[in-house]
């Protein structure tokens, strides 16, 4: 039965009631209006018939007269906030709208002139902060905080003498921080993190807040030096990371501070040689954090007098050589991480004093003896891989890794005899361990006679290897690296590609590529580290000088590779992938996303990638020392001229890189090869072990596996031919001359055959027999055999027993012999003719640390 008109008048009358309770033009009118246009949900804390000063989240004057105080944070509201309500609130005082899903501001929002606090964070309001900013000269606090807005910070944050609190972090700012903000001398707290903003600090930044407590840049892109935070005698919070300061971190270092963030910049120098006792009080540390800067030396003298210190994080510098540091004395220290700073020696057993540890990470150094027997109750995340421990793990330690969240040991030559982990365990975190379990590789898998004079022979070998080390480290000491020939290429700057069009064409020596691009900026550029940088095609377009042939650094099986310098000093190679590709562009961006994800010491990191047209470009680091093609066989990279190499020695270039390790250099060492074998097993490894599903290279070869400025090798190219479909595997088919498994040789009738990590060992048994003979796979000369191939004659001389006769004259004498000889046996077992008595990768990693020179004396 309907309602009836009577009926339905109430119905209305009951709906519109909250509105009609409230007198027009007073502030609950205000109030509920802005409340309900705002799509807030009924609830009984928001009875509008009762007073406003009774509402939950409404504050009003001692009279309780007018609103001062509004906090509506976490409601659900949603939309643009419309005009004549809450900027209607003459009288407001602090307002909270936070962690709503807000999308813009009333027009007359900017007359509460009376407002003290302000608090608009986690919404979605876009577009630019007005100088409207500037009526608020009464603000105390502001927090815009993890919001969309762009464009400049405006100077009108000048007139806010009265802030004390300015939170900006986690929006889209850029250019540089405004003058204005030095007017504000009350701040106590500024956070302007995660923004996209450059330029250097203000002249006067560090001076100009004497109550500064807490200051957060970190996430931008300002450049600037120590000096710039020189003056901040009240500090207590710096966070400065992921930006470009340089210099020494002298004038950092505060005597207020308790928590200093300098990590992922560029500051340099000898941080032991700083004098800290008259500038700094090691008493107030709680967290310090100096991880990927470029500082030298040795660690701080003073670091045992942070006794209250929680966080250390020297990780990823440019250290001296040194023992582990002494920080028995640091007992409350939770989380430590030295990994990458050049360690020396034993871990000391002093460390189980630090009882409060959870995070310990001493990766990647040079580590010996074995690991302690740690009785660290709270450890959590456990991590010494790529050092040179031996004996076994701890049984107290194995026991409690079940209860962790993280552990790698692996790349050691640890013992572990445990069964009771899983094989994605062992395969994550014991790679490389010595065992009598089926991890990494059991050299007892593949029989060999044992020698009659294998103790003399042994014997023999660590002598020779010692007194090679010696020779070795005497030369380095006395020797310096060559200066290398400066690649100069005229860059186009950012502001003359605004308004270039296309569509682009570029010229190879062997092909002609186009990018169907209609204008330049509106292509987008991925950088996976700095997504808020907006590069374009415009920028490789500049970076490449237009792709000229002066940046051309390669031309491989996917297209050519370009050198560039992107904007912020980003060094890349620029590899064009002009085949064209069976995805759709949202297929590839997925597939170089999930290549981006890929993190391997061993391999070249995706840095980032552009989709021009039907061209997908893909943005590598670019690895100084170039690749193992230009070492063996031809003349180092990006030299075109046919001068004589042969008397070159090492000099230091202004990067400390060393840029050229062939002839009388490290290339001819047999303990350096080994290091560039065993570097890049680990790498296929990790493709066909460690990924899910593994992934196959399908094109490996020489020019394949490059250095970077450490001189450690790194596999590219990897996962590039799944772009292309399977129209590559074709391609494959006719192959890399020199590099084809005889698989793909045969005829072969119906589909084409695929490729399986059995042809990436085959390939990689090629790269081995060139390490050790220094030939190229095919046109070489073999003596004794015309017309052979690398592998042929290679294999025909192991057969024989006479490996010896295949070995590099230019690394005789710098190693033992019968490791050479070991290791081409390790190559003939790889390029075995069947894929099925080829070994696994895994295995080929064991193999080759079983005969893995002696490094530590």
């Not at 572990?416 to 990494?440: H, K, Q, W």
Request: hydrophobic share 40%; net charge negative; charged share 15%.
């Amino acid at each position: 039965m309907g309602l009836g008109f009577f009926g339905s008048v109430l119905v209305l009358t009951l709906f519109f009631r909250p509105l009609v309770s409230q007198q027009p033009n007073t502030d609950g009118f205000f109030v509920s209006d802005f409340l309900q246009n705002m799509g807030l949900n009924s609830s009984t804390a928001y009875n509008f018939s009762t007073p406003v000063c009774s509402w939950q989240g409404v504050f009003c004057d001692a009279k309780q007269e007018n609103v001062i105080g509004l906090s509506a944070s976490g409601l659900g509201l949603s939309g643009l906030i419309p005009d004549t309500t809450i900027g209607k609130l003459r009288n407001l005082q602090s307002l909270d709208l936070s962690n709503n899903k807000i999308t813009g501001l009333p027009s007359d929002f900017w007359s509460l002139g009376s407002l003290k606090t302000l608090n608009l964070s986690y919404n979605q309001i876009s577009g630019n902060l007005p100088s409207n900013i500037g009526n608020f000269g009464l603000l105390e606090s502001l927090d815009l905080s993890c919001n969309n807005f762009s464009w400049n910070i405006p100077e009108a944050l000048s007139s806010l003498v009265s802030l004390q609190v300015l939170k900006l972090n986690q929006n889209g700012y850029e250019s540089s921080i405004p003058m204005g903000i030095l007017n504000c001398h009350s701040l106590v707290s500024i956070d302007l993190s995660s923004n996209n903003l450059a330029g250097t600090l203000p002249d006067g930044f560090g001076a100009a807040f004497p109550k500064l407590k807490s200051l957060n840049l970190a996430g931008n892109e300002i450049t600037g030096r120590d000096s710039d935070f020189s003056g901040m005698i009240s500090v207590v919070y710096l966070n400065i990371s992921g930006n470009q300061f340089q210099g020494p971190v002298i004038d950092v270092f505060q005597e207020s501070l308790e928590v200093i963030d300098l990590s992922q910049n560029q500051f340099q120098g000898h941080i032991s040689k700083v004098n800290f006792s008259s500038t700094f009080n090691w008493s107030h540390l709680a967290y310090l954090d100096l991880s990927e800067n470029q500082l030298s030396g040795e660690f701080f003298n003073n670091l045992n007098q942070a006794q209250n210190l929680k966080h250390l994080n020297l990780a990823h510098n440019r250290f001296s050589k040194q023992q582990f540091p002494q920080i028995s004395m640091l007992s409350g220290l939770e989380y430590l991480n030295l990994s990458e700073t050049n360690l020396i020696g034993h871990i000391p057993i002093e460390i189980s004093l630090l009882s409060n540890l959870r995070t310990l990470d001493l990766s990647k150094n040079h580590l010996t003896s074995h690991i302690p027997l740690l009785s660290i109750k709270n450890l959590q995340e456990f991590d010494v891989s790529y050092n040179n421990l031996s004996g076994e793990i701890p049984l107290s330690l194995i026991e409690k890794l079940p209860w962790m969240e993280r552990f790698n040991f692996s790349y050691n030559n640890l013992t572990l005899c445990a069964s009771d982990f899983t094989p994605e365990t062992l395969r994550s975190a014991f790679i490389g361990s010595s065992n009598s379990c089926p991890i990494a590789a059991n050299p007892g898998l593949f029989k060999r006679k044992a020698s009659k004079h294998r103790g003399l022979k042994l014997a023999l070998a660590l002598t020779l290897s010692m007194v090679c080390l010696l020779a070795g480290l005497l030369f380095l000491a006395f020797g310096c690296r060559r200066k290398t020939r400066m690649w100069v290429v005229k860059q186009n700057s950012y502001k003359e590609e605004q308004n270039v069009s296309g569509p682009f064409s570029f010229q190879t020596d062997s092909t002609t590529w186009v990018a169907d691009v209609k204008h330049a900026t509106s292509v987008p550029v991925v950088i996976f580290e700095k997504p808020l940088l907006n590069f374009t095609f415009a920028d490789l377009l500049s970076a490449t000088s237009h792709f000229d042939r002066g940046t051309l650094l390669a031309e491989g099986r996917f297209g050519p590779v370009y050198r560039g310098f992107l904007l912020g000093g980003i060094h890349v190679a620029v590899k064009v992938l002009v085949h064209g590709s069976t995805m759709t562009d949202q297929e590839a961006a997925r597939e170089l996303e999930y290549l981006g994800r890929i993190k391997h010491p061993n391999l070249v990191p995706l840095t980032g990638y552009c989709l021009a047209g039907e061209q997908r470009i893909a943005i590598y680091d670019y690895m100084e020392n170039g690749n193992l093609q230009n070492l063996l066989h031809d003349l180092p990279l990006g030299v075109q001229t046919t001068e004589d190499w042969s008397t070159d020695t090492w000099e230091e270039d202004d990067n400390n890189g060393i840029q050229n390790v062939r002839s009388e250099g490290l290339f001819t060492t047999w303990r350096f090869r080994h290091k560039v074998a065993l570097g890049t097993a680990r790498a296929f490894a990790y493709l066909h072990h460690g990924c899910s599903p593994p992934i196959i290279h399908r094109d490996v070869k020489a020019s394949s596996v490059y250095l970077d400025s450490n001189l450690e090798p790194r596999l590219s190219d990897f996962g590039l031919a799944k772009i292309f479909g399977h129209g590559l595997v074709d391609e494959i088919a006719r192959g890399s001359p020199g590099y084809v498994p005889p698989e793909f040789l045969q005829p072969e009738t119906g589909s084409p055959r695929a490729p399986t990590p059995k042809s990436d060992v085959y390939g990689f048994g090629i790269i081995l027999f060139e390490l050790i003979t220094g030939k190229k796979p095919i046109g070489d000369d073999y003596p004794e055999k015309k017309e052979a191939t690398l592998v042929s004659w290679v294999r025909g001389l192991v057969r024989k027993n006479q490996g010896s006769r295949a070995i590099d004259p230019k690394i005789h004498g710098t190693g033992p012999e019968i490791q050479m000889e070991e290791a081409l046996k390790i190559g003939y077992l790889c390029t075995a003719d069947l894929p099925s008595k080829r070994p696994s990768m895994q295995q080929v990693v064991g193999l080759l640390k079983d005969i893995e020179p002696v490094t530590q004396l």
